[in-house]
């Protein structure tokens, strides 16, 4: 994720990182620019367009598609944040969880409260990297009983973190170390590390319908085709300009709602759930001592 000062207006308005909207839509635009220059040029110079149109029909039309954008926009960002709510959650939760741990397990059990320690942040950035369908084992601790190389074999390494929580934890009160109302405490904890998982994976793999966003890029590009003819009337040749800031604003909406409506990636508008997954590693380690 981008960091940026929101205050900086000047810098904001000039620079343009590598997934800006603008660089993005540079080559559709150049099209869109040569398509109503050529208009233009066939209705002002040769007078060969009779086709005409009016502004009240675009004024109308465009009033639609800003809905649907607004809409649109809406629920990509409530999907950016709710992503960024669950990422809280794991946060928390990893804390509360190892800050119970340390409490529960006797000072001179440090080993056991260091496994601990290992599972909890090797899910963190176990989860991060599922997320992105892939595994960082560098990034990984060894823990006792889940070796890393086993862990690469696995398609969900998650669960199987989780997996091995709930045994370790078990394992504790087989041994004495703590009670069961100890570990139904506990439970809470260990029992919000699927439901985060679960909640990260319904957003990943439940993208917005095909048929409406199919239906908002189609729209937007015959508004656009045809906004030349509504205008070159009374604007002549301002019309190209006005046409590229028009498909500007709708198409670089779109695109970005289609960035933001997946949060878990490398994009820099993504989720910065790499500085997050450091932020629990760090926290744990200073929990632990």
Not at 33 to 46: G, K, M, T, V
Not at 105 to 116: A, G, L
Not at 120 to 131: D, Q, V, W
Request: proline residues 4%.
């Amino acid at each position: 994720m981008k960091a940026y000062n929101p205050k900086d207006w000047f810098s904001l308005i000039l620079n343009f990182h590598k997934s800006d909207a603008f660089r993005m839509l540079i080559p559709a635009m150049i099209g869109i620019a040569a398509l109503s220059s050529l208009i233009c040029y066939l209705d002002i110079e040769l007078g060969l367009v009779k086709l005409r149109s009016t502004t009240v029909m675009h004024s109308l039309l465009g009033f639609v598609i800003s809905l649907l954008l607004v809409f649109r926009t809406n629920t990509a960002y409530d999907r950016w944040w709710d992503g960024r709510k669950l990422w809280g959650e794991l946060v928390n939760n990893s804390r509360n969880l190892m800050l119970k741990i340390n409490a529960f397990v006797p000072e001179d059990k440090k080993e056991i409260r260091n496994n601990f320690r290992i599972l909890i942040t090797n899910y963190a950035f176990a989860l991060k990297e599922h997320l992105r369908n892939g595994l960082k084992p560098e990034q990984l601790e060894e823990h006792p009983l889940l070796a890393i190389k086993d862990l690469k074999t696995i398609h969900h390494v998650p669960n199987k973190i989780a997996l091995q929580m709930y045994i370790d934890s078990n394992e504790l009160v087989k041994n004495n170390i703590i009670s069961a109302e100890q570990l139904l405490i506990l439970n809470e904890e260990l029992r919000a590390f699927t439901n985060i998982a679960g909640g990260c994976e319904r957003i990943k793999n439940t993208p917005i319908p095909y048929s409406y966003s199919s239906f908002i890029k189609r729209i937007i590009f015959i508004y656009i085709l045809t906004l030349p003819f509504g205008l070159m009337n009374d604007l002549k040749w301002a019309t190209v300009p006005i046409v590229l800031f028009v498909f500007y604003a709708f198409a670089g909406l779109e695109l970005l709602a289609e960035e933001i409506e997946d949060p878990f990636g490398h994009e820099q508008n993504d989720l910065p759930t790499d500085n997050l997954a450091n932020t629990i590693k760090k926290n744990l380690l200073e929990i632990v001592g």
